[in-house]
């Protein structure tokens, strides 16, 4: 059976931190699906199409990656798309909390769906999307922190 991996995140916008777990993810999968969440609750800092397509620039070359999006709960996007696998990544201890009762809810929901959580890179532990959209609302260059083929810019 063909291994089907969906990576949920709201990548706004997307990180090397998000770059290098989908990349250190690869090999274990046949394709990799990075699912980009529209949350009514939550108002992005980027559109979504901006999101999207800094995706779709950044794995362009990978033939086994896809981005797609969605809205409602992850287990049925797992469901549509025939994922038996999600991915997530996992920084801090506060991450490892929140992410195991997700994983653990996801599992009563949708038993036949494996949560399979990858650590990050030492050098990535403090980086997420948060920080990158604090420093571009005050000015600075975010450039550092961000996939080198992606060019940051105001939010559209
Ligand atoms: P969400 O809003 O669902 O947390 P994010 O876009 O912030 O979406 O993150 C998506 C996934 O990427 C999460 O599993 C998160 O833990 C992981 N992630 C984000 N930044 C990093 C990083 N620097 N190192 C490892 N994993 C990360």
């Known amino acids: 059976m063909k291994k089907v991996a969906v990576f949920p995140g709201s990548f706004d916008p997307i990180t090397k931190g998000h770059e290098s777990v989908i990349k250190r993810a690869l ?7 990075v699912a980009v969440g529209q949350n009514a609750e939550k108002k992005s800092f980027f559109s979504l199409d901006q999101r999207m397509s800094w995706l779709q620039k950044v794995f362009t070359d990978i033939p086994n990656v896809k981005v797609v999006q969605y809205s ?10 025939g994922a038996n696998y999600l991915l997530r990544g996992l920084r ?13 809810i996801n599992k009563k929901l949708s038993p036949e769906i494996e949560t399979i959580f990858i650590l990050t890179a030492p050098e990535y532990a403090s980086l997420n999307s948060s920080i990158v959209r604090d420093i571009l609302r005050h000015g600075g260059d975010a450039t550092q922190f961000v996939p080198d083929s992606i060019e940051l810019n105001s939010p559209s």
């Open 72 to 81: 409602g709960l992850t287990v049925e996007l797992c469901r549509k798309l």
């Open 92 to 104: 801090t201890s506060a991450d490892f909390e929140f992410e195991r009762s997700i994983a653990q």
């Open 27 to 33: 090999p274990l999968f046949d394709e990799l699906i």
